[in-house]
């Protein structure tokens, strides 16, 4: 049997486990304006970073330390909004703005958006909170930045849920180096663009969101991204919120699958890893499941699930998801 074989039958047959979740109070208060949404009550938190601020939408009781929630490339928080409301209503959760998307401040002028940059922010919102370990739901790019940075700190974290892409794609070079190449081009000309962000019609904003997502979102999650996403102007038209800048394909990863595989080897917490059916490896699928067994052997309770959907599942098939998730999360918070 081979390890892909191995790991999708585990996915089909790993059991759930019901368990009472230990509330621990915060050393710090979370500062928010209070906002109603029509599903459930959330609060919005501004973290004060070097830069600027951290955005956020914190659901659950206030007093509680929040789980971190973490969106994927050129998403928003606004991407955990139909999962969280299907979670337990005492878990606290947090889910924020990555730096240069949703209300997050963008980086100053000159500074290129990179792994590091997006990993720095657990730590950030760890200490912020004064939490000694934190733990994490994330999706896509949010996964990659929590398996590096539990990989980096593993004494850090509680507990990982990662949706689809959990970790870095081992990307073959011939294909990365001209595309890193192209995007670096792009980055130095859009530096000199005096004009605000173009506009356009919502319909057509929502048409280039869903073809440059590969068709793994449709109209009904764009409206849900573009709550925190984009600006709707007088005359009709909306235009993006996110920096330019985040769209460029300047990630400093270039990690082997070798040193993937030697990251996940420091993972010692418990970890769950749930892939869209319909959504791409992005990579070799071997490669995709290697680092997943290695995470397996040295997590204390690692589990591997696949689920109907593309890459953007888990905000589609949120109520199971929140079924398969919450017992998982409850046990090791």
Not at 124 to 135: A, L, T
Not at 155 to 164: E, L, P, S, T, Y
């Amino acid at each position: 049997m081979t390890a892909t074989t191995k790991l999708l039958k585990m996915g089909r047959l790993l059991g759930k486990r019901e368990i009472g979740v230990s509330l621990i109070k915060l050393q710090r208060h979370i500062s928010t304006a209070e906002k109603i949404s029509p599903e459930r009550e959330f609060r919005e938190v501004e973290i004060e970073v070097p830069w600027g601020k951290i955005a956020g939408k914190h659901w659950g009781p206030p007093e509680v330390e929040p789980i971190i929630a973490l969106h994927g490339w050129q998403d928003n928080a606004g991407s955990l909004d139909p999962l969280v409301k299907h979670l337990p209503k005492d878990l606290s959760i947090l889910a924020v703005d990555f730096p240069g998307h949703g209300y997050s401040s963008w980086l100053p002028k000159g500074m290129m958006y990179a792994n590091l940059v997006y990993v720095q922010l657990i730590h950030r919102i760890k200490q912020h909170y004064n939490m000694n370990r934190v733990g994490l739901i994330a999706h896509s790019m949010g996964g990659m930045m929590s398996f590096n940075y539990t990989a980096l700190f593993p004494q850090n974290v509680k507990f990982v849920v990662a949706f689809d892409y959990f970790k870095y794609p081992t990307y073959n070079s011939k294909k990365y180096l001209p595309r890193f190449i192209q995007d670096w081009e792009k980055f130095f000309r859009i530096e000199q663009l005096q004009t605000p962000a173009p506009r356009t019609s919502e319909q057509n904003a929502m048409d280039r969101y869903i073809e440059g997502s590969r068709n793994s979102l449709d109209e009904e999650m764009c409206k849900i991204l573009f709550v925190r996403g984009a600006t709707r102007h007088p005359d009709g038209t909306v235009s993006f919120n996110r920096d330019p800048r985040v769209q460029f394909f300047l990630f400093d990863n270039g990690f082997s699958n070798e040193q993937l595989k030697e990251m996940a080897s420091r993972i010692r917490c418990p970890y769950a890893v749930i892939k869209g059916e319909s959504s791409s490896y992005n990579e070799k699928k071997e490669s995709y499941f290697e680092v997943l067994e290695v995470i397996e052997a040295h997590s204390p309770d690692f589990r591997f699930h696949t689920m109907p959907g593309t890459h953007h599942f888990h905000m589609k098939n949120n109520s199971d998801l929140a079924e398969l998730i919450s017992p998982f999360i409850k046990k090791h918070l």
